[in-house]
């Protein structure tokens, strides 16, 4: 059966402090992986998407990374307004998506 | 940029009402979705459609109906709401085999 776990499920950092999110996942025949951030009472923005182990993706102080059973989702020096949930999902035929729980991160000064 | 709208932020609606969730995207998408979001449980998909007068059940449809008239507009109809229906309401749309483009949501509560 296709599955993500994220965790860890509540991540609080101080302001400058880098961490990891990490997405496991199975699934038959991993079509993409992707990375969402989610501000509370809105819908989920889209990061980033991933193909292949070994495949990396930048952006400001977020950097994804992929291997064969897991991504994770590196966050370098971060600021309060990174505070939000970070949802990884991996593509299942014929175009869905599977989500995992999420991770709900807190920045503070 | 892409846009996907939703009709309504905030639906209150009573136990056994029809309702109608309209769901508005301005990229000529093929693929549209229907997903609720729970605390605890995250993202379940409800229906999803990849084609005009297409749709597949997701992992959740039972209570739920679809239509989808035209590309850019997908509905979800809950035919006799319910209290265990309560939930954030989220649409998406995407081209074949790329990322989902999110609506704002729509918070429903029935009483």
């Known amino acids: 059966e296709d599955q993500v776990t994220q965790s860890p499920e509540a991540l609080r950092l101080q302001e400058g402090e880098s961490s990891s999110l990490n997405c496991s996942y199975t699934?038959?025949?991993?079509?993409?992986l992707f990375w969402y951030r989610q501000d509370p009472g809105k819908g989920p923005e889209f990061l980033f998407t991933?193909?292949?182990a070994g495949e990396e993706k930048e952006k400001e102080r977020l950097k994804a990374t992929l291997t064969k059973k897991e991504s994770f989702l590196h966050i370098t020096a971060p600021k309060p307004e990174d505070s939000a949930t970070y949802l990884c999902?991996?593509?299942?035929?014929?175009?869905?998506?599977?989500f995992g729980t999420g991770t709900r991160l807190q920045v503070f000064p | 940029d892409v846009k996907v709208t939703q009709s309504s932020r905030y639906l209150v609606k009573r136990t056994g009402e029809k309702v109608f969730l309209e769901c508005v995207q301005d990229?000529?998408?093929?693929?549209m979705f229907w997903y609720r979001q729970d605390p605890g449980l995250g993202l379940r998909l409800i229906y999803f459609?990849?084609?005009?007068?297409?749709?597949e059940k997701g992992d959740i449809p039972e209570g739920y109906s679809v239509s989808r008239e035209k590309k850019e507009r997908f509905s979800l109809i809950l035919e006799s709401a319910s209290t265990n229906q309560t939930s954030m309401y989220l649409c998406?749309?995407?081209?074949?085999?790329?990322?989902?483009?999110f609506g704002p949501g729509t918070r429903l509560t029935v009483t």
């Open positions: 699934v038959s025949g991993l079509r993409g």
């Open positions: 999902a991996v593509q299942a035929p014929p175009d869905k998506l599977i």
């Open positions: 459609s990849y084609d005009v007068k297409m749709k």
């Open positions: 990229m000529d998408h093929e693929n």
């Open positions: 991933l193909y292949s």
């Open positions: 998406a749309s995407s081209r074949p085999g790329r990322e989902q483009y």
